[in-house]
Every structure is written in C-alpha cells, then in structure tokens.
C-alpha cells in the first residue's frame, strides 16, 4: 500500500432528510472532521438513478439509468465507475448493498447483498469495516461502499404499503408523519454514531476519504401527491447533504450548490487517479478547487424523475425535470406541459409558482433545461 493513498469508505443514508441532519447533534459532529456540504442536489429523488449517478458522475440519460427499470440499462463500456477505477488501481473494492439494482456491480471485488427486513445493519457494517483493516494491515488499500437502509425499510413498511400518493388520510396528518420518519432517523443516528466510533478504532480517519451522503429526501406530507419519494422535484426530496471527510482539509462548513454527480471527479482527482481518454466525458467537476477556496463556478443542478400520477408503478421515462441554482428552481412537468417557478430564498417551501410573471430568469433557467431534454 502506498502511503501517500488512501482508501475510500462511502456510507450512504438511504432517505436522511437535510433538515434532520442539520439538528442532529450526530450528524453534526462530522463537520470537525472535514467538508460539511449543506447544499448537495441528487440527479433523482428515489435511490437506483441517485447511486448510479454518483458511482458515474453522470446523469442518467446519459449513462443509461434514468428510472426506476433501467438499471440494466447501464453502460459501464462508455462511463467506468468509481469502482472501476479503483479496481484498476489496485484497491479491494467491496459493496454492502439491500438490491443489486441500486448500484453497478463494475468494479467490486466483492458485491453483497443483504435481506433488509432481517439484517443488523450496525453489527454488520462494523464486522466488515473490521475486515478492511485487514485487508490495510496486509498492504492493500480498499473501497468499500455501505448502504444504510433502515429508513427506507420502515417508510416502505409504515408509508409506502399503506398509503397511495392521494391518500387523504396521509396528507391530513403532518404530525403524525413527522414523529414516524423521525423514529427511524433517530436509528440511523445510533448507526452513524456506532460507525464513526469504529472508524476512530480502527484509525480510518487518518487515511482515509469518507463520504456519508444521502441519495435523496423522504416527504413527510409536504406536497399531495408524493407521499414518500420519486414523484416530484421539489426540494424536501432532492435538497441533500454530504460530508466529504479528510484529514487533508481543514473542517468547515461549504453552502455553494453542489450535485452528486461531482463526487466521482473529486476523489479521482484527490487520490491523483486520471479519468481514462477513451471513455464519455462525466457531467460532474471536481470540487477540490472549492474546498481550496479557489474561484468556482456557479454549479446548475439537473434533476429528473416519473411522476407516477395515477398509477402505482412509475413511468418507464422520466417526465418531471428540474433545473436549479442556490436562489431558483424551474420544474418542468413534462406529462402536461406545465413549467414552475420558484425563488428558493423567499419561497423555500416551494409555495408560490411564479412562472409566467415575466422574471428574466425564468428564460435563462430554461434554456440550461433544454440543454437536458
């Protein structure tokens, strides 16, 4: 093992919530460890579109997983993943994972899947963070990726069995919704506090890059029509966190607008691996000049989903699309033709569509759309 790499450790928060985060006393205590991202937009708000862009640093229109149907559909040929990369680079690559649809097998070693209604997910993670310091003290550096799938599991049992996206009796009980997301939050408090406990044993904080991120938001009644996830492109669901954790930074808080998809880009470029000449050119940019306070641009962030309307199933298409910056967001409902527009800093909820009241945003804003469509 060289020691001037370093070994990779991604946990994904399968439905963490910004907001839960940003009181969590837990989550909170990462930012003293390294770059505390509040404003990261995910490509799409359900989880299979999310990691692949992630792992791809690409959109997936592009890289061939834009829905829920599609994850066969990716093109690991024209977009390697980060696994890939880090295969070919002499690391032990390992995914901990509830369904082999969410993230591409390409590039593990080693690709588990375990059953979510059964499984420990905290005395699991810890036993196989035990085996990757293993694996370091014999030389060799490691990826491993771990999903967190405790909130989905109890919303899909508690929400999504229960309810239809037009269940009057959901919608009319905020309160209520509320207190049963936040029981398993907390959940994943006790996890990620027990996982950041292990990686202070083991020593992982000192060599290693370490991602906690979530893949999207969860309502929690907010808008008719989404009673959980996947529906919409309103922020509760694509508004999300990341720590991106390294002793070579200095711990601070970042608010500048970032997308998923630049997290690949950043940590090829961190760990000084190039992106190979032959393959598509990613979507998302290293966000290494950010952290180093260097000039940066204004990041767009595209998003897109199939709004379910009145099926139980989503479309085999995405038909709902957004494009947004820190101030506004401009929604395009494609199933309709209708557009929103909103201005995030006044109207954060997202309450008081503006479009057609002659902002000059609002052409701008479409135009960095089509370029999507």
């Avoid at 959109?59 to 834009?66: E, H, L, S």
């Avoid at 509830?98 to 899947?113: A, N």
Wanted: proline content about 3%; aromatic content about 14%; glycine content about 4%.
């Amino acid at each position: 093992m060289n020691k001037e790499s370093k070994n990779l450790i991604i946990i994904c928060i399968d439905g963490a919530r910004r907001d839960r985060v940003q009181s969590s006393e837990v989550y909170k205590n990462l930012e003293n460890k390294g770059i505390f991202f509040t404003e990261s937009i995910t490509y799409a708000p359900y989880t299979n579109s999310a990691i692949h862009a992630i792992i791809s640093g690409a959109y997936g229109y592009r890289n061939g997983c834009d829905s829920y149907w599609h994850s066969a559909n990716y093109n690991n040929d024209e977009f390697p993943t980060l696994s890939k990369y880090l295969q070919d680079n002499d690391y032990y690559t390992y995914a901990d994972i509830h369904s082999d649809l969410i993230l591409p097998k390409y590039g593990f070693d080693v690709y588990q899947v375990y059953d979510e209604s059964t499984t420990d997910l905290e005395v699991r993670h810890i036993k196989l963070l035990e085996n990757m310091k293993e694996k370091s003290n014999l030389g060799k550096n490691f990826f491993i990726y771990l999903h967190y799938e405790t909130i989905h599991t109890g919303i899909m049992n508690s929400v999504l069995k229960k309810y239809t996206n037009f269940s009057d009796e959901y919608f009319s009980n905020r309160e209520k919704n509320e207190k049963n997301y936040d029981k398993y939050f907390k959940k994943s408090e006790s996890y990620l506090q027990k996982i950041q406990d292990k990686i202070t044993d083991l020593g992982f904080w000192e060599n290693s890059i370490i991602l906690i991120l979530s893949d999207h938001g969860v309502s929690i009644g907010e808008k008719f029509g989404e009673r959980a996830y996947g529906a919409f492109c309103y922020d509760y669901t694509i508004k999300s966190f990341a720590f991106y954790l390294s002793k070579e930074f200095s711990p601070r808080k970042i608010s500048h607008q970032i997308r998923h998809i630049d997290f690949m880009p950043t940590i090829l470029e961190q760990l000084k691996i190039k992106q190979y000449e032959k393959s598509e050119k990613i979507d998302g940019v290293s966000l290494l000049p950010l952290i180093n306070n260097e000039n940066f641009p204004i990041l767009y962030a595209f998003t897109e989903t199939g709004n379910p309307l009145n099926d139980r199933a989503p479309p085999k298409k995405p038909n709902t699309k957004s494009i947004r910056t820190s101030k506004w967001k401009l929604i395009y409902n494609e199933y309709n033709e209708t557009k929103e527009l909103y201005d995030l800093e006044s109207d954060p909820e997202e309450n008081h569509n503006l479009i057609s009241k002659n902002l000059e945003i609002e052409s701008m804003l479409w135009e960095k759309l089509i370029e999507h469509l």
